[in-house]
């Protein structure tokens, strides 16, 4: 079993910038990939970011690639979503999640994964 609290969500600017964190509980977190994905009010939960468990490949939605970066430190047991140049339309709650034996093409998978955090909200005011 692996529990996830997110952090570092907020209220901010366009153009700013805010960093997420998610700690996740447990001896394994290396054994995970973990994931970011967002939820919009009256929309679907939208794919974000991945990082493979080993952190070498990452998979990024379109909408947030050179904006967006993950990270990851195991030893902290904790994924990082560090967000620059936010837009207006970035405003959602961020969820983290952890898959256990994803594979590189289910990154991108919400169903994929086997837990997820509460969500943090993140508000970019125009």
């Known amino acids: 079993q692996v529990q996830l609290v997110e952090s570092g969500g907020g209220l901010v600017q366009a153009g700013g910038s805010l960093r997420l964190s998610c700690l996740a509980s447990?001896?394994?977190?290396?054994?995970?990939?973990m994931g970011w994905f967002r939820q919009a009010p009256g929309r679907e939960r939208d794919f974000v970011v991945a990082?493979?468990?080993?952190?070498?490949?990452?998979d990024y939605a379109d909408s947030v690639k050179g904006r967006f970066t993950i990270s990851r430190d195991n030893a902290k047991s904790t994924v990082y979503l560090q967000m620059d140049s936010l837009k207006p339309e970035d405003t959602a709650v961020y969820y983290c999640?952890?898959?256990?034996?994803?594979?590189?093409?289910?990154?991108?998978?919400?169903?994929?994964?086997?837990?997820w955090g509460q969500g943090t909200q993140v508000t970019v005011s125009s």
């Open positions: 447990g001896r394994t977190f290396s054994s995970y990939a």
């Open positions: 999640a952890a898959g256990r034996n994803l594979l590189w093409s289910e990154l991108s998978t919400s169903t994929a994964y086997d837990y």
């Open positions: 990082l493979s468990r080993s952190g070498a490949s990452t």
